[in-house]
């Protein structure tokens, strides 16, 4: 038993300082459920398994290289695409050229989703969130004077990924390169979509055998390329916390590593090329904390299927900075966000890393903001001296006992979804969702309460904000996209092309690999929509459930005076008109991410709101159809991938034809303050940004709707 | 927003319009005593018009498809040229007042086409209250010309008695196994099925399935059928792989037409309709009871008494009953 300071002693001069109060006053409750004491000490230590490991060795948590920053700091890798294969490219060079060493490519929601640029349901869509890629020939265009043999590439993609991969490897074998030098990642973790992004094409069983398919084809033919990112970002920002993020990635990394067992691989074979993919949040100790935890969790996890090589425990992994801990409000702060953030993953022992621009919470990142960016890592790589030490905080009272803590509750969470049968069932049992879900409103209420503080947005605010300047997609780059699939289709072999598809088809029904059927597609030219319209015959569309809890949003204020004082607005507009304020919260276009509007959702409810939801992805007429069957009073769009000023103005047309104008229009999301004059313009009444009170907005709607009469 | 002129409702329900047909159900829903009235002129009108649709309750817990039982049913019965009308009543909070009704999310097809109409209705606060309203929609739609109208309604209260008392074949909606052979359905809810169906008859479920047949079965021959033509059948079905969903709607053919054959099937709707008038009559004199001035003016006092034990219910409930009684004989 080792020897700890008397903490009694401690305690009587903390309680003077105190004016009487116990120092257990101090305790703070983390969103995790972890109480965070005042002070750690030695006796904090106890019982930790890992405290004497080292970096390099199993179980991983000091990092899974010896070395680590010492000899050769994380890859500065920044996620971008946006317009045009041509623009991506001009600014992937640019970006090359001043520091940044690997790509990352976004792609657009068409793209995600397997819908060509020319599709109906996509018109909002193209070229705003992410580059449209429809076939080989956009790939072509995305990489050029870009050795695909040096630079390592990684690629967003979970939906459309096999006309991706394949494009890409196509793109790399007409340079030249072969498939066997790629180096990389493919995002194809498509189980977190299911969770929180939405941009999923198939059901989840399919979609499972595509993973399967991928892992298979690339551990035989490319063996230095990673071929799943499991994925916990997009869940934190959904509002999972540290524990529900570490917890649901690593079952998700399991349910892969069972996929491709049944598959017949050998461990060894394709665990070492599977890597992981964290957002880190503000919570600066706690992010820290969690990707040692995860380290920790998944080499202990993995040994149940007793691999041979090392290197099948070792979890390594990508980071990116919280893009929803970015604010609209004072924009400028969010370099200091984004700075501690950054900071956090490098103590946390990241292997790569993207820093969000302080301009991407209403915008994609200008030229200068993108630098900034960028520079906030080398500044931390070159001039701070973090990465002379390998894991510096090893050791520390309190970030040791927080890993303990987070790896007991996620492991805790992940033998529940052990007992669902794991993740694939978990998820269609709909319990990871919820989680998310229930963290997320229980976070919003915090946050609007002021209990959780956000510089700029409820404390300190700014009152003269100067605006910024934002980066604005040209409306031309749909129709551009469009000329160019049919220049294409015009000159390839229609007869091979659909040679190609049919074999698509066959081996989506009757079985084989189907990565190796789709590459001989993509060099015929075969756009992504016709590929993925060959499966989607056999698959099917996946329609998500929407489930919604209620209850946590006001429970979460217990009662305050201002959830009384809506309620009783939303009880007195009742007796004056018959009903209560009934709104739809709508998702329009290829954007799927809900955890606005799910937030939102389940707050109106719960200030006295009837809420309609329409299912995802709708055409501004399917969004309009349901406002007049379900005779709302008010219409909100979210919309947060950049078609609101295509989609917002086309619903209120389609509303205005059939009668009814009188209908409310209000959007919220990210929306450019440049574009709030065009939308009020269109007939708009409120727009809400993001750092928005949920309470404030329900106040505005019914100020609108009382002031209409 | 209100319009206060019938025509416009009666004109455009009869026309067809959505939105006509919408704002008439929102008038019908409404609390206020103006648009009451307003309700019946119109319901007066359209009356004429009603009758014509094959009524069709579905119920079920929450969870065990509904929704995407009826996307499956509606999207086939829209490409037989059915007109499809849903109602679906969502159960609100107690708490806030409020409700989300997610419904069509998981109608993601039939609720963007145009030949079907969807209505979701939060419940309110009173749940009787707005299945009350669902009958008078139901009749809005008929005057609208759809053939068939759906409605759904949450198995776990008391609404699906009120909705099994305004439709002509009632469906219940089960899950195989999970162990309590209910499910927290009340044995009740099973006596007035005119058929059960347990979902998700599908891939390693189908087994499970067939087994909860069976017991579904036992179960029910021990009850007697509410009508001597016809003795509620078990079925599996799948609203995701679209299995047992012809068979369903068969059932509900085959049902009316024999009911027809017996003479059952107005003898239902009769009773139905009386049924409404003892309820419409019963609420009506609770709601003329209490606005009287006298009752307004006693009922505190007598409530303070029982609250303090200064009287039996008993005796005041006599006691203000009486008094009234002996008041209107005077009046008149």
Same mark, same amino acid.
């Given at each position: 038993m080792a020897k700890h300071p008397d903490k009694k002693k401690w305690a009587e001069i903390a309680e003077k300082e105190l004016k009487g109060k116990s120092p257990e006053s101090l305790n703070w409750q983390s969103p995790e459920g972890i109480t965070i004491k005042p002070l750690y000490t030695s006796e904090d230590l106890e019982g930790i398994d890992f405290i004497d490991s080292l970096p390099g060795f199993d179980p991983f948590v000091r990092g899974p290289r010896a070395t680590m920053y010492t000899l050769r700091p994380w890859t500065i890798r920044q996620y971008a695409g946006f317009s045009s294969a041509k623009e991506s490219n001009e600014f992937y060079k640019r970006n090359l050229a001043a520091g940044q060493k690997g790509l990352s490519v976004a792609f657009d929601l068409a793209t995600h989703r397997g819908y060509d640029s020319d599709h109906p349901r996509v018109i909002g869509d193209v070229g705003k969130a992410g580059v449209p890629i429809d076939s080989v020939e956009d790939m072509k265009i995305l990489f050029n004077e870009i050795p695909l043999d040096k630079m390592s590439v990684s690629m967003t993609m979970n939906g459309a990924v096999l006309p991706v991969l394949a494009g890409y490897i196509v793109a790399a074998e007409e340079q030249g390169v072969s498939q066997e030098k790629l180096t990389g990642t493919i995002q194809n973790d498509i189980l977190k979509e299911y969770l929180t992004r939405n941009t999923y094409i198939y059901p989840p069983e399919p979609s499972m055998r595509i993973v399967s398919d991928i892992i298979g084809y690339c551990s035989e033919h490319m063996p230095k390329y990673n071929t799943v990112s499991i994925s916990g970002y997009h869940m934190m920002e959904a509002g999972a916390d540290s524990v529900l993020q570490t917890a649901f990635t690593i079952a998700d990394g399991i349910e892969y590593v069972r996929a491709a067992l049944n598959a017949g691989l050998d461990i060894d074979a394709f665990a070492p090329r599977l890597s992981f993919f964290f957002g880190v949040g503000m919570n600066f100790f706690m992010e820290i904390a969690m990707l040692r935890a995860a380290r920790y969790l998944w080499a202990d996890l993995m040994k149940q299927f007793n691999p041979k090589s090392q290197k099948s425990l070792m979890l390594r992994t990508h980071v990116q900075t919280s893009g929803w801990s970015l604010t609209q409000q004072d924009p400028y702060n969010n370099i200091v966000r984004t700075t501690?953030?950054?900071?956090?993953?490098?103590?946390?022992?990241?292997?790569?890393?993207?820093?969000?621009?302080?301009?991407?919470?209403?915008?994609l990142p200008t030229d200068l903001s993108a630098r900034v960016a960028r520079n906030t890592q080398i500044i931390i790589q070159e001039e701070s001296q973090v990465t002379?030490?390998?894991?510096?905080?090893?050791?520390?009272?309190?970030?040791?006992?927080?890993?303990?803590?987070?790896?007991?509750?996620?492991?805790?969470?992940?033998?529940?979804?052990e007992e669902l049968g794991g993740m694939t069932k978990a998820i269609v049992a709909g319990m990871p969702k919820m989680r998310i879900e229930e963290a997320a409103a229980r976070r919003q209420a915090k946050i609007?309460?002021?209990?959780?503080?956000?510089?700029?947005?409820?404390?300190?605010?700014?009152?003269?904000?100067?605006?910024?300047?934002?980066?604005?997609?040209?409306e031309a780059v749909r129709d551009n996209q469009v000329a160019w699939i049919n220049q294409i289709k015009e000159k390839r072999d229609a007869a091979e092309v659909k040679r190609c598809l049919e074999a698509i088809t066959n081996c989506a029904e009757s079985g084989g690999n189907l990565l190796e059927?789709?590459?001989?597609?993509?060099?015929?030219?075969?756009?992504?929509?016709?590929?993925?319209?060959?499966?989607?015959?056999?698959?099917?569309?996946y329609t998500a459930t929407t489930q919604c809890i209620s209850g946590v949003y006001a429970?979460?204020?217990?009662?305050?005076?201002?959830?009384?004082?809506?309620?009783?607005?939303?009880?007195?507009?009742?007796?004056?008109?018959?009903?209560?304020?009934?709104?739809?919260?709508?998702?329009?276009?290829?954007?799927?991410?809900?955890?606005?509007?799910?937030?939102?959702?389940?707050?109106?409810?719960?200030?006295?709101?009837?809420?309609?939801?329409?299912?995802?992805?709708?055409?501004?007429?399917?969004?309009?159809?349901?406002?007049?069957?379900?005779?709302?009073?008010?219409?909100?769009?979210?919309?947060?991938?950049?078609?609101?000023?295509?989609?917002?103005?086309?619903?209120?047309?389609?509303?205005?034809?059939?009668?009814?104008?009188?209908?409310?229009?209000?959007?919220?999301?990210?929306?450019?303050?440049?574009?709030?004059?065009?939308?009020?313009?269109?007939?708009?009444?409120?727009?809400?940004?993001?750092?928005?009170m949920v309470t404030d907005s329900a106040n505005q709607v019914l100020n609108a709707l009382e002031k209409k009469g | 927003m209100i319009e206060t002129d019938p025509k416009y409702y009666v004109d455009g329900v009869l026309e067809g319009n959505r939105k006509a047909l919408s704002k008439t159900i929102t008038l019908i829903e409404s609390a206020l005593p103006s648009h009451q009235k307003l309700t019946h002129e119109v319901l007066d009108a359209l009356l004429p018009h009603t009758g014509n649709s094959i009524r069709l309750g579905i119920t079920g817990v929450p969870g065990v498809g509904k929704s995407t039982f009826i996307e499956s049913l509606g999207l086939r019965l829209i490409e037989e040229e059915h007109q499809v009308a849903i109602l679906a009543v969502d159960p609100s909070s107690a708490k806030s007042g409020g409700s989300i009704m997610g419904d069509k999310t998981r109608m993601e097809k039939l609720s963007a086409d145009p030949r079907a109409f969807i209505r979701p209705s939060p419940a309110g606060r009173t749940l009787g209250g707005v299945a009350r309203k669902t009958r008078e929609s139901i009749l809005v739609c008929e005057a609208a010309g759809f053939d068939v109208v759906m409605v759904e309604t949450v198995g776990v209260g008391q609404s699906e008695y009120s909705v099994a008392s305004m439709v002509d074949f009632f469906l219940v909606l089960l899950l195989a196994g999970a162990g309590d052979e209910l499910q927290g359905i009340k044995r009740g809810i099973i006596e007035i099925a005119d058929a059960i169906a347990v979902n998700k008859a599908d891939?390693?479920?189908? +087994? #499970? $399935?067939?087994?909860?047949? *069976?017991?579904? +079965? #036992? $179960?029910?021959?021990?009850? *007697?059928?509410?009508?001597?033509?016809?003795?509620?059948?078990?079925?599996?079905?799948?609203?995701?792989?679209?299995?047992?969903?012809?068979?369903?709607?068969?059932?509900?053919?085959?049902?009316?037409?024999?009911?027809?054959?017996?003479?059952?099937?107005?003898?239902?709707?009769?009773?139905q309709a009386m049924d409404w008038f003892l309820y419409l009559l019963d609420e009506g004199l609770k709601e003329w009871f209490y606005q009287l001035p006298d009752v307004k003016e006693m009922l505190p006092g007598i409530r303070r008494q029982i609250t303090d034990g200064r009287t039996t219910a008993m005796a005041g409930a006599r006691r203000l009953l009486e008094t009234l009684s002996t008041m209107l004989q005077n009046d008149s």
């Open positions: 501690l953030e950054a900071l956090a993953a490098a103590l946390g022992g990241t292997q790569s890393l993207h820093t969000n621009a302080f301009d991407e919470a209403v915008s002379r030490v390998v894991d510096p905080l090893a050791g520390s009272y309190y970030v040791e006992s927080l890993t303990s803590e987070i790896v007991k509750k996620a492991r805790a969470l992940i033998d529940e979804v609007d309460q002021g209990k959780e503080v956000i510089v700029g947005v409820n404390k300190y605010k700014v009152e003269d904000e100067v605006p910024i300047e934002v980066r604005e997609i040209s059927v789709c590459i001989p597609a993509v060099r015929a030219r075969a756009t992504v929509g016709e590929i993925s319209d060959a499966m989607e015959k056999v698959f099917g569309r429970g979460e204020y217990q009662d305050d005076e201002i959830i009384v004082s809506i309620r009783k607005r939303t009880e007195q507009f009742m007796e004056k008109r018959g009903r209560r304020p009934r709104i739809l919260l709508t998702k329009m276009g290829q954007d799927g991410h809900d955890r606005g509007i799910k937030v939102v959702a389940t707050a109106y409810a719960d200030l006295g709101f009837d809420v309609d939801i329409s299912p995802m992805f709708q055409t501004p007429e399917e969004a309009s159809k349901m406002a007049i069957e379900n005779d709302v009073h008010v219409v909100g769009v979210s919309s947060l991938a950049g078609a609101h000023k295509i989609l917002v103005p086309q619903l209120i047309e389609s509303l205005k034809s059939q009668g009814a104008g009188d209908i409310l229009i209000v959007v919220g999301g990210i929306i450019p303050p440049g574009d709030y004059e065009f939308l009020f313009n269109a007939g708009v009444t409120n727009v809400f940004g993001p750092g928005t | 891939g390693n479920n189908i +087994e #499970n $399935a067939a087994n909860a047949k *069976a017991a579904y +079965e #036992n $179960a029910l021959h021990m009850m *007697a059928p509410a009508s001597p033509v016809w003795q509620p059948p078990v079925m599996t079905c799948s609203a995701l792989t679209m299995t047992g969903i012809d068979a369903i709607w068969h059932n509900v053919l085959e049902h009316r037409h024999l009911m027809q054959q017996a003479g059952e099937f107005d003898r239902k709707r009769r009773e």
